[in-house]
Nanobody
Framework: QVQLVESGGGLVQAGGSLSLSCAAS????????MGWYRQAPGKQRELVAS???????NYADSVKDRFTISRDNAANTVHLQLSSLKPEDTAVYYC?????????WGQGTQVTVSS
């Protein structure tokens, strides 16, 4: 099994920046996709960004050019740098680890952007 521990998040003013990290432990061997989803109140969970073992990345259109995902394969850690934050980025951000069709979720971390 894989365990995920998230850190970062918090309250920031619009235009500010935050950093999120997610450390994976346990059965982390083998190629896997990692990344972040987010869920705002009353909305469905949506993919924010993902990164594969190869380094290939995907971003939601709403965060392209503002968020940057990176990965340390040796440390099994994924980072998300959030910049130029907007109030609509307010949500609980969930780290995920996906391998062979099995997905593990982090506990979620709150990001609040004030206007």
């Amino acid at each position: 099994q894989v365990q995920l521990v998230e850190s970062g998040g918090g309250l920031v003013q619009a235009g500010g920046s935050l950093s999120l990290s997610c450390a994976a432990s346990g059965s982390t061997f083998g190629p896997a996709a990692m990344g972040w989803y987010r869920q705002a109140p009353g909305k469905q969970r949506e993919l924010v960004a993902s990164i594969f073992s190869s380094g290939h990345t995907n971003y939601a259109d709403s965060v392209k050019d503002r968020f940057t995902i990176s990965r340390d394969n040796a440390a099994n850690t994924v980072h998300l740098q959030l910049s130029s934050l907007k109030p609509e980025d307010t949500a609980v951000y969930y780290c995920y680890h996906r391998r062979f069709g099995s997905t593990t979720w982090g506990q979620g971390t709150q990001v609040t952007v004030s206007s």
